[in-house]
């Protein structure tokens, strides 16, 4: 046995966000955390919540806010997709 400091993965606390936080891609359910409650939820949306962001606003004739955190634009994607025509079909 070694003596020497335990190597288990001791880098920065991540968050547990639920997959799908960013897109379609992984979105099975409902998020298991509020998004408000996320550790990073506060920094700013992620590049591919952007993209998909401005998809859905622009199938719903809607803006998409400048400056959103990653729980924002979360919240927002979700709001957008209940009203999405397209993704309600399938």
Do not use: C, F
């Not at 960013?22 to 939820?41: C, F, N, R």
């Not at 809607?62 to 634009?73: F, I, R, T």
């Amino acid at each position: 046995m070694s003596d020497g400091p335990a190597q288990a993965n001791e880098g920065p606390a991540q968050a547990s966000e639920p997959a799908g936080s960013d897109g379609p891609a992984g979105s099975s359910g409902p998020l298991q955390k509020d998004p408000q409650d996320w550790v990073t939820g506060d920094e700013p949306m992620t590049a591919p919540q952007e993209s998909y962001l401005r998809t859905l606003a622009r199938e719903a004739g809607a803006d998409v806010p400048e400056g959103l955190s990653k729980a924002q634009a979360s919240e927002l994607i979700d709001e957008l997709q209940a009203r999405s025509k397209r993704l309600r079909q399938q």
